[in-house]
């Protein structure tokens, strides 16, 4: 047998550059494609194919050579494979639209072929078939041969040798199935068939019969059980009803319900004026109506009440920007630490120079003292070491304005992380910034803007700050001391601290 599509038209439009009609699905995949080929100018006909439509199409087939102004003949060109998609490639371009017409073949045997190909080649116009009538007879009597005779052994790769192995197959499987009978072959499905409708008979006996009383020790008997022990709960439970019956669940969540509501009408509603005679109008009573008495606390249970707030604001510049020569010492003013129980004390160091210290670098002291006044009660609570490295120089190419983060600089280049100090002519207006990315020898970019315009001047690395968070509850008076000659070798410095 052989598949033959229908027939599909596709146009050529004239001169276009791929010189390729779209695409023709077949609607399955054949091994030919038979093609009606238009009067055309010269260009060599090739067939492009593809199993999946807008894929890629490669070319296949046989080229066939056309000469100009040809008239339209047919063809078969094998296609070496099974495609679906096909396109007709022209190898060059034509001054006029020309129609294909195409179709798809497949065959089944080499003897079809052959009469398929001889049925190609007729001339007789039926419908859309073309009839050469002298090459049906040996058509037939291939396919006679293709076929066999009906015989007990038939020809071997004949159809009917073919029906004769299935009709055995047939026959086993019969044996194998086996008759329907009281008591069928052993080991036939007939016989599986058997044993399970004993085994379902069985397991109906397991399950019983659903009556009003089942059969003992059967599943629905224990239904009926389970039935009888949610209908005793049920009871148990009760009905959910304004007066539930008596010594029911139902019953006592009721009792349970009326209780939350008297305590609810003990304890009041949340409001601006509570109901009189209520927890909370008790509540707004006590709190309301006592005056606490200045910088004193009050114990109402476990809660100390102090009637004047803490606050957490920033309460003093310790010490404004100070310059801080190398051997010299610096001390903050003082901070009174009435009603403070913590404090962050935040300290800024700076270098002034770019040498190194020996041995260690500037220290910072943090003193309280017990006393109000006096200057022989001060002791260390904390205290924060800095650097000894030797600082880097960086000369401004020029002024920055107030807001930049890209300073750009000489060929010195400080590293990312670092903290750069910019010492203003006016020393209030100085300030550090951190850098986040350098450009070597040409600028580096501060994490922050400026916070002032600060002129081309040499600003310093090896910046420090620290923040010491204190328990001063138990103290009087804080300071903070600056001392710049804690080493054996110290240099300029620059530092601010608040609290």
Not at 256 to 271: A, F
């Amino acid at each position: 047998m052989s598949l033959i599509s229908k027939w599909f038209s596709t146009t050529l439009v004239k001169d276009t550059d791929s010189q390729n009609t779209p695409e023709v699905n077949l609607q399955d995949a054949f091994e030919a494609i038979e093609i009606d080929i238009p009067t055309i100018e010269t260009a060599e006909v090739q067939i492009k194919g593809s199993n999946a439509s807008g894929g890629t199409f490669d070319l296949i087939g046989q080229e066939e050579p056309i000469p100009s102004s040809t008239g339209g003949f047919r063809t078969t060109v094998p296609l070496g494979g099974k495609y679906q998609f096909i396109k007709v490639y022209l190898s060059a371009a034509q001054t006029s639209n020309r129609v294909f017409a195409v179709r798809g073949i497949s065959y089944a045997s080499a003897g079809l072929v052959t009469l398929i190909d001889r049925i190609k080649n007729m001339r007789i116009d039926i419908g859309d078939i073309e009839v050469n009538t002298a090459d049906i007879e040996d058509g037939i009597d291939e396919l006679k041969v293709l076929v066999g005779a009906v015989a007990a052994s038939p020809t071997q790769y004949t159809v009917n040798e073919r029906l004769k192995v299935l009709d055995a197959s047939v026959q086993a499987l019969l044996t194998t199935a086996g008759l329907v009978a009281a008591s069928p072959t052993e080991n036939t499905m007939q016989e599986r068939l058997k044993v399970l409708e004993t085994s379902v008979d069985a397991l109906g006996t397991i399950l019983g019969a659903v009556t009003a009383s089942p059969t003992e020790n059967t599943v629905n008997e224990r239904l009926k059980a389970v039935e009888t022990a949610i209908v005793a709960v049920d009871t148990l439970i009760g009905a959910i009803g304004a007066s539930p019956t008596e010594n029911t669940m139902m019953d006592r969540l009721k009792e349970v319900e009326d209780g939350i509501d008297e305590v609810k009408v003990l304890v009041g509603e949340v409001q601006d004026t509570p109901t009189t005679y209520t927890l909370l109008k008790r509540l707004k009573d006590l709190l309301t109506g006592i005056t606490l008495a200045a910088n004193t606390g009050v114990d109402i249970g476990d809660v100390d009440v102090l009637s004047t707030a803490i606050t957490k604001t920033i309460q003093t510049e310790l010490n404004i920007i100070a310059a801080v020569a190398a051997d010299a010492q610096d001390k903050s003013s003082e901070l009174a630490l009435t009603n403070m129980k913590k404090v962050a004390i935040f300290i800024d160091h700076a270098r002034d120079a770019t040498g190194a210290f020996v041995d260690a670098g500037t220290e910072y002291r943090v003193e309280v003292s017990e006393k109000a006044t006096g200057n022989d009660t001060w002791r260390t609570i904390a205290s924060a070491v800095c650097g000894i490295a030797a600082a880097l120089g960086h000369v401004m190419d020029a002024e920055e304005a107030a807001g930049q983060t890209l300073i750009e600089i000489g060929a010195t280049t400080p590293l990312v992380n670092d903290i750069q100090f910019f010492k203003n002519a006016t020393i209030g207006n100085s300030e550090w910034g951190k850098i986040v990315a350098v450009v070597d020898g040409v600028s580096f970019t501060l994490q922050d803007g400026l916070t002032n315009t600060q002129a081309a001047i040499t600003t310093y690395s090896q910046g420090e700050h620290f923040v010491l968070l204190l328990d001063v509850e138990a103290y009087t008076r804080l300071r903070v001391i600056c001392n710049n000659n804690n080493g054996s070798t110290n240099q300029n410095i620059v530092w601010r601290c608040a609290e």
